[in-house]
């Protein structure tokens, strides 16, 4: 992993980590929630072999970036701008997984001359999409509470900071214990759990204010439409998603214009990218 620092023109300071091939085909991996920069870590060697190389960029307020109050997804893109302009990146091929979705298509939305692909993994879908969710569903429950009652996004980031800081084993028992038994498998795995271990730790490096802002912005419109995005966009989920629901996948997949989606049966919300990064990565690059 190559660990980076940048000062955007505003003076906020961004966090980025890289794995995979250090000259390879450059991809933008949009983290999920609550996430962090080193999330991709599990495919690292996936990418190395395949000539990808991931850059994976902490959100503000979400490890080492710096907060930026009144942020929004959709401005998210000028960030990803400056970084990539200061990597001297022309064609952006961008990731997004879970709430690293509406992030991937602002890009898409604000950066459409420059994004050359982009694809979507159990992706978040926007507020509209929250009916197509089972209620009880964990997305579906905590955006529908943080949009009625925002405050309730600072007791959830809350208490998932203090358990990913304190008591990451636990938290993991409690994802695997809901989890389909593909999901578990991928949970269990000791690299894929150290790194999702890591990634949640350090998500809340600087407290749970920025996955707090994550939350509420995730509930709420994000900005953009999503029927004005023409770019093709490749969407996977799997059929087994007990945390975002492949309803969710579908509805996303509907109000796109241009996207081509894969439903995998058997899988569910971790086991899909853990194990099948190298198609996901290759039709991105390809």
């Not at 058997?266 to 899909?272: E, I, K």
């Amino acid at each position: 992993m190559i660990d980076r620092r940048f000062t955007l023109p505003s003076g906020r300071g961004l966090a980025w980590a890289e794995f995979g091939a250090p000259a390879g085909v450059p991809v933008i991996y949009c983290h999920g929630f609550p996430g962090s920069r080193l999330e991709p870590a599990f495919a690292h060697r996936v990418a190395s072999a395949m000539g990808a190389r991931i850059i994976a960029i902490d959100r503000p307020g979400l490890g080492a970036s710096q907060p930026c109050p009144g942020r929004s997804i959709a401005g998210w893109a000028d960030d990803v701008r400056h970084l990539a302009d200061h990597l001297r990146l022309d064609a952006l091929r961008v990731l997004g997984v879970s709430a690293g979705a509406p992030y991937a298509l602002a890009c898409a939305y604000r950066l459409a001359e420059r994004t050359h692909s982009v694809a979507i993994v159990s992706g978040l879908g926007p507020a509209q999409c929250l009916g197509h969710a089972p209620a009880a569903s964990a997305c579906a429950l905590t955006l529908r509470m943080s949009a009625t009652l925002p405050w309730t996004a600072g007791v959830v980031a809350g208490v998932l900071g203090v358990m990913a800081r304190q008591a990451s084993p636990l938290l993991l028992r409690m994802l695997s214990a809901r989890a389909p038994e593909r999901d578990r498998r991928s949970l269990n795995d000791g690299e894929f759990r150290a790194m999702l271990a890591a990634s949640l730790r350090e998500a809340f490096r600087c407290g749970s204010g920025g996955a707090a802002s994550d939350l509420r912005l995730l509930a709420r419109p994000w900005g953009f439409a999503l029927e004005e995005l023409h770019r093709p966009i490749r969407l996977w989920h799997g059929e087994q998603d007990r945390t975002v629901p492949a309803a969710m996948g579908r509805c996303l997949q509907r109000a796109l214009p241009a996207c081509h989606a894969t439903y995998l049966e058997a899988h569910g919300h971790y086991s899909l990218a853990h194990e099948h990064m190298e198609a996901i990565l290759s039709r991105l690059i390809d």
